[in-house]
């Protein structure tokens, strides 16, 4: 089955400045790769998605990059706000059930 | 629409304790996912459905555990008898193929 790995676990930026985090995956025929944020006692939100035809996506100060060769993907957000601050989770899946296999986890700070 | 929604938001059982946990997932969609986070495992599968059929519940962890989606507004997840290592938060999550997951607020299982 799939497997994710999630780097860093814990990230700590000044506000401002730019923060990114990096998944690999196992299984070449994931074709699907959201991210979510998860705010302290609250649900995983979608924040931004990527599927296996496009090598890059943005909105606002949230990108997302795939490579598919090297199986990994990485989210990048830029000039970082205290309302950031939460876990993010990389997930994978392929076919149309989406079916989610996660990451770890990603403790993101930002620092007034 | 409301969203996926969860009953109820918390519950505390002694262990041996029959725990049913329920959710209702947004109108239209036609996948349903039960999820398990904790610190140790993270956010893992349990059991997805399409269209009220079982599809993959080889995330269930034991035989305790066992999942029934009677209609498509309607699903649960039964854990008989609970132990204190069920102790965790069970989120449901909706889908319609092609598009994101949307996850119910969760519930926050204790089995003391």
């Known amino acids: 089955g799939e497997n994710v790995e999630q780097h860093p676990s814990t990230l700590s930026v000044q506000e401002g400045d730019s923060a990114v985090i990096k998944c690999t995956y196992s299984?070449?025929?994931?074709?699907?790769f959201p991210w979510y944020k998860q705010e302290l006692g609250k649900r995983p939100q979608l924040i931004i998605d990527i599927r296996s035809n496009v090598g890059e996506k943005k909105d606002q100060r949230i990108a997302v990059t795939l490579n598919k060769t090297a199986k990994h993907f990485s989210l990048h957000i830029t000039e970082t706000q205290p309302e950031d601050s939460a876990v993010y989770f990389c997930a994978a899946s392929s076919g149309s059930a989406r079916q989610l296999t996660f990451g770890s986890g990603t403790q993101l700070t930002v620092l007034p | 629409d409301a969203g996926v929604i969860q009953s109820p938001r918390h519950e505390v059982t002694e262990m041996g304790q029959e725990v049913t946990l329920r959710c209702k997932p947004i109108s239209g969609h036609d996948y349903l996912f039960w999820y398990r986070q904790t610190m140790m495992r993270g956010l893992e599968l349990l059991i997805y459905?399409?269209?009220?059929?079982?599809?993959?519940d080889s995330g269930m962890p034991e035989d305790r555990f066992s999942a029934k989606m009677p209609n498509a507004s309607f699903s649960t997840l039964k854990i008989q008898p609970s132990e204190p290592r069920d102790s965790a938060v069970y989120f449901c999550?909706?889908?319609?193929?092609?598009?994101?997951?949307?996850f119910g607020q969760g519930t926050r299982l204790t089995v003391v």
């Open positions: 299984d070449s025929a994931s074709n699907y």
């Open positions: 999550a909706s889908t319609w193929a092609g598009t994101e997951a949307f």
């Open positions: 459905f399409n269209n009220n059929v079982p599809i993959d």
